[in-house]
């Protein structure tokens, strides 16, 4: 029976993990600060949920209030710095993205990130009237999740090509690429018709060819460049230079002074 | 030619010195490598060092060149991205004949620590490569030693390109 | 001999033929002065930009993607490759993030000999923009005295770790070595000769006409802008806004060190510079407390937390507990808790800063970084428009971006 992979997460995973195994969490903290209370009252109803989580505030909010909130935050707050925005993927297990804001006041020195869960398929909106640096931002979240922002002035990929198929930080998308992604150069550059000259992509880094002699050779069987070999080698006794066999078990030769 | 002593008054008046075409072609080929500057990554900076005051690059008669147009080396130097391959593709273009391209670094030769779908895996799918220079980033010392290991192939060409036998032919 | 490609000419979809008087030039991917693989898409009147349109991602390596397929320690040698000109800064920022995750507290030493790799990245980071700078404005000597520093300062850091430019010389809980001999006689002869030859600097371009015409009062950034583009680093206290993350929210050891932060009032590439000078003479400052700091303490390297970090090789080669646990954290990795965190970080370049979801698997579930470079790139669209084309690699050399982290 071939070994079941699942699908909608192709990451790394660990292989093996103890059943009893329970993994522990990041003390969430009451908030307590004088600031980030205020905070937490300027924003009012519209703050599910708040905590702190290593010197972070953080604000859970409705994906369709992230406008007001940030305006709110960036007004009466004084996060005049929006210094991230990503998303991560929860497609898999809950059907969702998870999209955060990093928010730095420059005053007192205090980071909130704002978190807001978003359906597949639905946008967002915008903040770049309020941020300049969520233009490029959300520009990398639709390139790299595929998440729409409604009314971005200028919403197209960023790091990846135009012409690109698939969004690739998606937990669906394998790390080394999907069939369009490994032929991508060969089909811009040469066409279809070159794929069968150029070949595959290696992706195993300890592949050795076996008859290739232009860039293996093979110990005691070394011949000259691109020779064919395909009829066999002859071997070639080693011979080692007396003066290199040094036993280094039996001297106190230090290496490394450092210990 | 200067060591030896000549007789000006028998030989025209003017000092003769022996040599083939090609000889003369390669030494002069060998010796006036102008690599184009086209830093992709990390081994970029390295290539700049190997450019600059310590290294000093220059005493190979290595000058870096803005323009395709006027460089006959190519050094790729760090990691070719799928988006970037087709650039690198545009530039050997334009280069002119004779050119001869160096991969420096893992990531131009098998796509070294960046196995994703974002890297080339070895800029010989896109360009034939002379050399190729490992490590990550290889130190400048490494990319003058394979500039002299070029410049040594050189010498072994025959002049007339189209003699030479490409050993691979897929890629011109 | 040339085989036929694919490759029609480029820019079709640009319109160049323009009935407005306009001109649309393309700058790069491949340009000498656009500090790796930037493309600019510039629609000029005359020499005036009007319309500026950075183009990205030519680097772009799935730097983050990989870290969803690497187990914590794996990932570590990657992040030398985001800035390579300051790889240490990187190492630290992402070791400082699990740090946290996992709430570690690292030796005293760790933490000197860490802080000395900080100061001694910022140092050869701002050399090599010096160099960088001033062969993109035209100052050709610059370059030359200024690699021939940074050399020195790379042999110091491939004395300490073997490598010159990819350090990978952090560790999740402190650093794998102590200072070899000599070394900090070495790093004193280093220092002592830095500011006279930052001196040197000043004075062949502090006042020198041409550098200041080309510099002053061009790619102004009012400190709005500073603000609203996410500007850090340098480009935030270049507009006159004090604001430094080992000042405001100290990290490692900068709550104990006496040094300045330095603002320009003045906005624009010259203030900039003069930054840059004066951050190489503060990191000095910090060097010099550092090697006294040295001496004063134990010597031990790494944290001791059995779940997450190795034991020394040592009591690995000797006791067999600390051989388990190693075997378990290389062959599976460690396993930090459930949780999120970001760290910000001052590197060189400005902000960096680690965003990491744990899931409580040895993989993180995502991996963000925040790199300062990405959006100053963002902010050549706004910065360039009014600008002269002669000025705009100038402007370029000015935000100090590297491609390796813009792209990742």
Known sequence: MRKYTPKDNVQGKAYYTDRFWVAPRVPRQVVEDEHFKAVVEALGERVKEAYVEINNLVLHIDATQNYAVLETLKDTCGYKVCSEISAVDYLAKEGEFEIFYQMLNLDKAKRVRVVCRLKKGLAIESVVPLFKSANFAERE????????????????????????????????YPLQGDEFASWYEVDKIFGKAYRDIIGPENRDPARIERYDTKRFSRVGYEVSFDTDISGGETKTEIEYSSTFLTDYNTGTKQLDKRK | MAQHKVNYASNGGLPVALTSVDKLLNWGRSNSLWPLTYGLACCAIEMMASGGSRFDFDRLGTIFRASPRQSDLMILAGTLSKKHAEFARRLYDQMPEPKWVISMGSCANTGGMFNTYATVQGVDRIVPVDIYIPGCAPRPETLQYAVMMLQKKIRKESANMKKNKKQDLRLV | MQVTNKLTPFFENLNFERDDNMMVINFGPQHPSAHGQLRLVLE????????????????????EKMAENMTYNEFLPTTDRLDYIASTSNNYAYALAVEKLIGLEVPRR??????????????????FFLATHALDVGAMSIFLYAFREREFAMDLMEDYCGARLTHSAVRIGGVPLDLPDGWLENLTIYLDKLPQNIKMYEDLLTENRIWKMRLEDVG????????????????????GIPYDIRKEEPYELYSEL????????????????????????QSKRILEQLIKMYPQTEQKLMAHAPQYISAPKEEIMTQNYALMQHFVLVTQGMRPPKGEVYVPTESPKGELGFYIKSEGEPYAYRLKCRAPSFYHTGLLQEILVGTYIADVVTIIGSTNIVFGEVDR
Request: with cysteine.
């Open chain 3, 258 to 281: 006496d040094f300045d932060i330095p603002i320009s009032q003045s906005c624009d590439s010259l203030g900039r510079y003069k930054l840059y000078m004066e951050e190489m003479r």
């Open chain 3, 220 to 239: 102004t950034l009012s400190p709005e802008d500073a603000m609203s583009w996410g500007c850090s680093g340098v480009m935030l206290r270049g507009s």
């Open chain 1, 141 to 172: 979240m639709y390139d790299m999740f595929g998440i729409k922002a409604n009314n971005h002035p200028f919403l197209k990929r960023i790091l990846m090509p135009d012409d690109w198929e698939g969004h690739p930080l998606l937990k669906t």
């Open chain 3, 44 to 63: 000029l009147d005359g020499e005036l930009v009007t319309k500026a349109y950075p183009d990205i991602g030519y680097l772009h390596r799935g730097i």
């Open chain 3, 110 to 127: 760790a933490q000197v000999i860490r802080t000395m790799l900080l100061e001694l990245n910022r140092i050869i980071s701002h050399l």
